[in-house]
């Protein structure tokens, strides 16, 4: 309550002190205010175009030029560098999401509207995406479920790739850096009269690097993968519009586990887009849709003193989703939007008790209105029925208030969940060397009985009874409560408060004792964990030629069961691990696991319009976070051991030396930061030189 | 076992009692022991069975025993069983012959100072009274890189002894000489280091 009451305040605060600028500035008009900024359309919010500055959701939009300019090359780089948003990587080297405290499981990953699968153990490695032919990224924050259904609790990542533009031209990138990392890449673009076409080719490789003093294994291992997209536009008539867009990716990657045992990993993706869109008439619009994808991986290890296979895994998931949304415009304040579709989905996976098929057709309403030039209500709500688990209804509602062209408040309330995945229901997996066994939850009535009959079983801790009920979807309620604020034309200011609290939380426990001395682990519903914070923004572009942003977000994430537990006096530590315990109190509780109370971030543009330079220097600031509980209560608290907060530094120069030709040097991670402990994917400093040709 | 320190503690109540109650028996010492590592070894595990004389303890004495009768607790890896109940019926496993049971408890050492009797559990067929597994009883295995067992902060062992006294436990160290900063490939593990109190006395209280 304490935390709740500061934020009022701050929120307040804010508030008045906006209110007492602009009742100083009240005669700046609106029209200074647009020029500084660019008001950027985005369709991922309500899928209908909007601009930016008039959504009452708190957004992002990562431009084309920001991802040139920083020489970014693939996603996780230019999301690392966004305000609230940091990358986290998981134990099987995939780098997700982490967005307003939430996992990377719960953050949706869309390409030009379609979700992205291959979810390995929940993480969706942001490494895979190229930043090659990216026309912008927009970021949702906040439970988005009511339009997008499963994984967007915490919000929505929609990458928008570029559409054929009239003429031909084309370019060609490649980029050296440390580590042996070489990016090439390539695109064409033609379109004339009905028929456009865009295709893009990248090839990135790696020497890979070593954090470790061992010899034998590397941090991250040599890769090469492959980038190949196409997106084809035919306009059928005036009012009738084909666009069919087709992506493949692969890479094959060294797996090493030890001096004796070495492999490969493989992935390969591909997925196809196809929508037809037609005008009905100024009032109804149709889009037709059919979206088809695949993630296959598999990886293997081959004992190198006998040449014997030693152990082989592959994961094999399909994804078929057709989808048919009208638009329809009562009026220019009154936008109505309505879909329906089907989620059909298929898993192959090693360790499985069967392969699975999901079926979830759903249905989403919408409704966008503006009942005065001020004011912008939108209500929505998805309903998702599912074959294998409690359906779901996902409302959500927003508004966003104008009190004068400086100073806007906006709110919303909105429902999200995510599904339990095939992992959590049909997991059959016993560790080989060690003797522990992780089952899903759908899989213990048939797995136990066989594990009792080979007298693998000491004794049950759960019954399988508990297991008869379907496991129910992770929810989520999310609030984000804001302020944007124009002190002048040129300098602005944004402000969000966000409070997500999640019921049914998956996790493992212990569910019954192994003959061997260990445990059979299966998945349930159980914890209440709550994210709050406040992000902050400002961008200040006082010329063309000079352009500073900063943003920082403070977040505070619990579990409430573990709040109670400490307030109760059930939580104790030792000082050190041979010291007798005593017990802690409530302000001893740090949260939850791989959250920094803060972040923030600080980016300076200057381009020299005469000299055809521009530059930029970026920085990021991590505060302390746990990773692991040190000293055996369950619990992260003040006793532990913490990563210590760092700040990397990322510089860019970009020079063009006429029409054609872009060069480029620069240094990512200046300071040369690196924690060979804790974080595997900063690999110390990267220097590295671009050569860019457009024609 | 020469490492054990014995320290007596002089209960001053018994004088006072001693003054109103003339009529009662005195009541015997509390005894307040730290035992250094007792080393209960075991053969087999990582998925072999599990074989290996368990080590037992008796609390009146604060020394280990061999005695098929007169022991409280025994140690054998980190399984630790009572003599009271039935045997799990794992390979060395001795037979219960007494009335030991016991029960994990919340708290620091200090803070548990009662006995719930109703909370005593024996052995069984199937399960130790002093749950087995990481995180079940009282230690977490943190798995790798560290490989670590360490006993959970907070969990005071309570017990009935053999010959129905009672007596409480906090275990401080699975590694031999209690290090500070343990490290499972330098430490050798499967000594116990423990702090326990014994009420000779048959009452509830510490």
Known sequence: ?695 | MKTIKLFILLILLTGFYSCEKTTDPPLNDILSITVSNLYAPQSGGQGQPITGEFTKFEFATGQITTSETDWDIAFRGTSIIVNGGTSLGTIDEPNRTGQAAAYIENGTFVSVNEVDPTLLITDSDSGYAIATGSDNGWYNYSGGPSYLITPIPGKVLVFRTNDNFYAKMEILSYYENAPSDPDSSVHASRFYTFNYIYQPNGILTF
């Open chain 1, 1 to 695: 309550m304490i935390l709740n009451k500061n934020y009022f305040c701050i929120y307040f605060l804010i508030f008045f002190v906006n209110i007492s600028f602009s009742q100083e500035k009240v005669n700046i008009t609106l029209d200074t205010v647009s020029t500084n900024f660019l008001d950027q359309i985005l369709v991922t919010a309500t899928r209908t175009p909007r601009k930016s500055s008039a959504l009452p959701f708190p957004v992002q939009i990562i431009t084309e030029s920001e991802i040139k300019s920083t020489n970014s090359l693939r996603l996780n780089d230019i999301l690392n560098e966004q305000t609230g948003l940091i990358t986290v990587s998981d134990f099987g080297g995939g780098e997700g999401i982490q967005m307003q405290g939430l996992d990377s499981q719960y953050t949706l990953i869309l390409i030009d509207g379609a979700p992205v699968i291959g979810r390995l153990s929940g993480t969706l490695d942001l490494k895979r995406f190229s930043l090659g032919n990216i026309k912008q990224i927009d970021i949702v924050k906040g439970a988005s479920s009511s339009l997008y259904g499963s994984a967007a609790l915490a919000g929505v990542i929609n990458i928008i790739t570029n559409t054929p533009k009239d003429g031909f031209s084309g370019d060609l990138n490649y980029r050296a850096a440390t580590h042996k990392t070489n990016d090439i890449g390539a695109s064409l673009n033609y379109k004339k009269n009905k028929f456009g076409i865009s295709t893009y080719i990248n090839s990135l490789s790696s020497g890979g690097y070593n954090l470790t003093e061992s010899e034998v294994l590397n941090t991250v291992e040599p890769f090469t993968n492959y980038t190949f997209s196409s997106k084809l536009t035919y306009d059928l008539s005036v009012n009738t519009d084909l666009y069919f867009s087709a992506k493949y990716y692969s890479q094959k990657q060294d797996y090493v586990a030890s001096e004796i045992l070495e492999g490969k990993s493989n992935i390969r993706e591909w997925n196809t887009h196809l929508q037809l869109k037609h005008i009905y008439n100024n009032k109804l619009k149709i889009h037709f849709e059919f979206y088809a994808t695949r993630y296959k991986a598999n990886e293997f290890l081959d004992d190198n003193t006998n040449g014997i296979r030693f152990s082989e895994g592959f994961y094999d998931q399909l994804l078929l989703k057709p989808e048919i949304r009208t638009t329809y415009t009562f009026s220019s304040n009154s936008v109505f939007i309505s879909g329906m579709g089907l989620k059909h989905e298929t898993l192959d996976r090693s360790y499985f008790t069967l392969n699975p098929i999901f079926n979830s057709p759903y249905i989403f309403v919408q409704h966008d209105v503006k009942p005065n030039d001020n004011l912008n209500i939108i209500i929505g709500a998805r309903f998702d029925s599912h074959s294998k688990y409690k359906s779901q209804l996902s409302p959500k509602i927003a508004f966003r208030h104008k009190l004068n062209n400086q100073l806007s408040v906006k709110g919303s309330l909105g429902y999200g969940f995510k599904a339990p995945d095939f992992r959590q229901l049909y997991f059959d997996f016993t560790n080989a060397t060690i003797g522990y066994t992780v089952l899903g939850y759908n899989a213990v009535s048939t797995a136990i009985p066989i594990l009792q009959e080979q007298g693998q079983i000491a004794n049950i801790i759960v019954p399988v009874s508990e297991f008869e009920k379907n496991l129910n979807p992770e929810s989520s309620i999310g609030i984000n409560l804001g302020s944007d604020y124009y002190f002048n034309s040129k300098l602005k200011f944004e402000f969000n408060l966000f409070k997500n609290s999640i019921k049914n939380l998956i996790d493992t426990r212990v569910i019954a004792n192994k003959t061997n001395g260990q445990n059979v682990f299966s998945y349930f519903n159980i914890n209440e964990v709550y994210t709050q914070g406040l992000e902050f923004s400002m961008n200040w572009k006082p010329s063309n030629n000079f352009k500073l942003s900063t943003g920082y977000q403070l977040l505070y994430a619990f579990d409430k069961e573990a709040v109670n537990s400490f307030e109760n006096g059930e939580v104790f530590a030792r000082e050190n691990p041979s010291s007798p315990s005593f017990e802690l109190n409530k302000s001893d509780y740090f949260g939850l696991f791989n959250r920094s109370r803060h972040t923030a971030n600080l980016k300076l543009y200057y381009k020299s319009i005469n000299s055809n330079i521009d530059s930029n220097i970026r920085l990021t600031y991590r505060s302390k976070y746990g990773l692991l509980d040190g000293n055996g209560n369950g619990y992260l608290d003040s006793f532990d051991t913490f990563v210590n907060s760092y700040i990397i530094i990322d510089s860019a120069i970009n020079k063009k030396l006429n029409k054609n030709y872009n060069i480029a040097i620069g240094v990512d991670n200046l300071l040369n930061f690196t924690d060979t402990q804790n974080i595997s994917n900063i690999s110390g400093r990267i220097i590295y030189t671009k050569l860019n040709i457009q024609f």
